[in-house]
């Protein structure tokens, strides 16, 4: 049985930095994608950084790059974001995701519906 658990949310003031941890346990596709997601209040869950846990491969969206980065300590089994020069706008709640879609396979990174396995969430909260 495949379980993300998220740690590492919290509040900040713009300009400031949170480092989000996912610890993956049961989750052994090696073909396989895992990713960041986040949602904020009364907007679509929206993909935030995405890596290939075989290649270490990975993906941002506009909104991050330069600011975010995402990697992986595979002998923990664990997926971490570091998020930098933080600002109001990425306050949301930060989701953990799996995927069992060959990480090949044709369509964006940040299609929610590609993912199969998600965390509880944990919030982020950028003060201006």
């Known amino acids: 049985q495949v379980k993300l658990v998220e740690s590492g949310g919290g509040s900040v003031q713009a300009g400031g930095s949170l480092r989000l941890s996912c610890t993956a346990s049961?989750?052994?596709?090696?073909?396989?994608?895992m990713a960041w997601f986040r949602q904020a209040p009364g907007r679509e869950r929206e993909g935030v950084a995405s890596?290939?846990?075989?290649?270490?491969?990975?993906f941002y969206a506009d909104s991050v790059k330069g600011r975010f980065t995402i990697s992986q300590d595979s002998a923990k089994n664990i997926v971490t974001l570091q998020m930098d020069s933080l600002n109001p706008e990425d306050t949301a709640m930060y989701f953990c995701?799996?995927?069992?879609?060959?990480?090949?396979?044709?369509?964006?990174?940040?299609?929610?519906?590609?993912?199969?396995?998600w965390g509880q969430g944990t919030q982020v909260t950028v003060s201006s």
């Open positions: 995701a799996a995927s069992l879609r060959p990480w090949y396979s044709p369509g964006p990174w940040s299609d929610t519906a590609t993912y199969n396995y």
């Open positions: 049961g989750y052994t596709y090696s073909r396989g994608r």
């Open positions: 890596i290939i846990p075989s290649t270490g491969g990975t």
